[in-house]
């Protein structure tokens, strides 16, 4: 099996619904993504996906995060946007974009990693 794995990193505030504690009110973090992917082959030039296409995959869909309120972005204007549910959101639009691109290709999305803080973060693994 091989993997890949694409970073990137975006400001963002959010507010945890019904949840009673210091981070309840609206606060912000520089939050990091950690995509992975992963599948058995290789394509003819030796490539499980090629880097650059992840990255522009995932400018659009962090952009539609960056340095805005999660809580009033969709999905998180109905969905808590929790550190789990970010992730949950990146490696479904990431999944998307690899089925749109080849619906038949053996690459998916092994998980995806979400840093609230350079010590805290949440994996979702499809």
Not at 5 to 12: D, L, N
Request: hydrophobic share 40%.
């Amino acid at each position: 099996m091989f993997e890949i794995t694409v970073e990137h990193k975006f400001p963002a505030a959010h507010a945890l619904r019904n949840y009673k504690g210091a981070t309840e009110p609206i606060h912000g973090h520089n939050w990091r993504s950690e995509v992975t992917l992963a599948g058995p082959k290789l394509d003819e030039c030796g490539l499980l996906a090629d880097f650059i296409e992840v990255k522009a995959w995932l400018d659009q869909i962090i952009g539609r995060l960056d340095h805005k309120f999660l809580n009033e972005t969709p999905p998180f204007d109905s969905v808590n946007p929790s550190a789990e549910n970010v992730a949950k959101f990146i490696a479904d639009e990431v999944d998307g974009a690899l089925k749109s691109k080849s619906p038949s290709a053996p690459v998916k999305v092994a998980y995806v990693r979400v840093w609230e803080t350079d010590h805290c973060s949440a994996v979702y693994r499809p």
